[in-house]
């Protein structure tokens, strides 16, 4: 707990003038007069208010996703032919993983601040000997308590392959083997838990005007005011990622063995594969202002002789803050990319030529980001909380959190 402000005035005397400003104080509006009494006349207003907001919000996601992907083309046979040419031709094969997981959000905007309310406190004209007090306890209490709980197990298999043909043993003729690409693409995409929360107002300020004036001689007048304000702010993320990608292409494994006559000729399509793992995860935005300005004036003024005249405020604001973010996060990501092991043996072709294997490319791209664990605190802070759709469309930017979760 942090007490960011407060104040105690006190004033015992003939007269006396307190003037001050204070930003950020929530209380009720309130008009209290004590006037016109009669001399030895005792008089007391006391006024109590207490206001109380809590907002509680949780989510706790769970997510498997467990995927098995195959493109295959190939394990075909040409074997044993006599005469002629003998070819075999594969189409590509390719597969494609795009798994997306977002979830966990809470928004709260909570405007506790009873900013346009005004307090008024007169005691006035009362008479000799009369003994007047007013006491006003105004208390505001905003209480918000956001918490993200989120398990995401991605286990993906993926696997694209085209070749193991065989064409062997075959007599007269060329013998071809020609196989299209094998093309292996993962993407994993995990947004969780953002907590964005604005406690403000949007009135127009508070005044308090605190006046002891024109009381009979020898009167006992008090003014007793306790305005205080307590916000309770607590932020709390907790995120386990565990991402296992195994992820291969495989383009080869093609037989053209002991063939008789003509060329023998092996060519295979390119071995792509392209693994993206994207985590974002743990995000706080909090915005705490009130926007009250709250004007002060307390009056101590022409009251009679020997009078006692006391005015004591009290003000206190109390905030306090809490964002915490727990992380662990676990990829592990195998991506293979192969060509060959193609074999050309044995082949007895025409005088001058020679058995040929060509393989395409092999190429393996694998991409992992992380980031997370952020907390964003500040009076002020632009957080678009009017227009926000809470998308998880994530432009990552410090400055303005986050623009999170589409929870339409």
Do not use: W
Request: charged share 25%; net charge negative.
């Amino acid at each position: 707990m942090t007490k960011l402000q407060k104040r105690i005035i006190t004033s015992v005397a003939a007269g006396a003038i307190l003037l001050n400003s204070l930003t950020g104080l929530a209380f009720a509006g309130t008009t209290i007069q004590i006037s016109g009494n009669g001399s030895f006349s005792e008089n007391e207003a006391e006024v109590t208010s207490k206001t109380t907001t809590t907002v509680v919000q949780s989510n706790n996601a769970d997510v498997n996703n467990n995927v098995d992907a195959n493109a295959s083309t190939g394990g075909n046979d040409a074997n044993d032919n006599t005469g002629g040419d003998v070819a075999v031709k594969t189409g590509d094969a390719k597969t494609s993983v795009d798994v997306s997981t977002a979830v966990n959000a809470n928004h709260a905007d909570v405007d506790g601040c009873n900013c346009e309310s005004d307090t008024d406190v007169l005691i006035s004209g009362n008479g000799y000997k009369s003994e007047n007090e007013v006491e006003l306890k105004t208390k505001n209490e905003v209480e918000v308590f956001q918490e993200n709980n989120a398990r995401v197990r991605n286990d993906i298999d993926a696997n694209s392959k085209t070749g193991y043909n065989d064409a062997n043993r075959n007599t007269g003729g060329d013998v071809l083997i020609k196989t299209g690409n094998a093309t292996t693409e993962v993407s994993v995409s995990t947004k969780a838990n953002a907590n964005v929360a604005k406690v403000g107002s949007n009135g127009n300020g508070t005044d308090v005007d605190l006046r002891i004036v024109g009381n009979g001689s020898y009167s006992e007048n008090e003014i007793e005011l306790d305005l205080s304000q307590f916000i309770l702010l607590a932020q709390e993320n907790n995120a386990y990622i565990d991402n296992d990608v195994d992820a291969n292409s495989k383009t080869g494994g093609n037989d053209a063995n002991d063939n008789t006559g003509g060329d023998a000729v092996i060519k295979t399509g390119d071995a792509m594969t392209s693994v993206e793992v994207d985590n974002m995860v743990n995000f706080n935005a909090a915005d705490v202002d009130c926007g009250c300005i709250s004007d002060i004036l307390a009056k101590i003024h022409g009251n009679g002789s020997d009078s006692e005249n006391e005015i004591e405020a009290e003000i206190e604001k109390e905030l306090a803050v809490f964002q915490e973010n727990d992380s662990d996060l676990d990829n592990d990501v195998d991506a293979d990319a192969k060509t060959g092991h193609n074999e050309a043996k044995r082949n007895t072709g025409d005088s001058g030529t020679d058995p040929e294997v060509e393989t395409g490319d092999a190429t393996s791209e694998t991409d992992v980001e992380n980031s997370g664990n952020v907390n964003t605190f500040g009076s002020g802070v632009d957080l678009d909380l009017d227009g926000m759709d809470l998308d998880f469309d994530f432009h990552f930017d410090l400055s303005l959190l986050m623009d999170l979760l589409h929870m339409s």
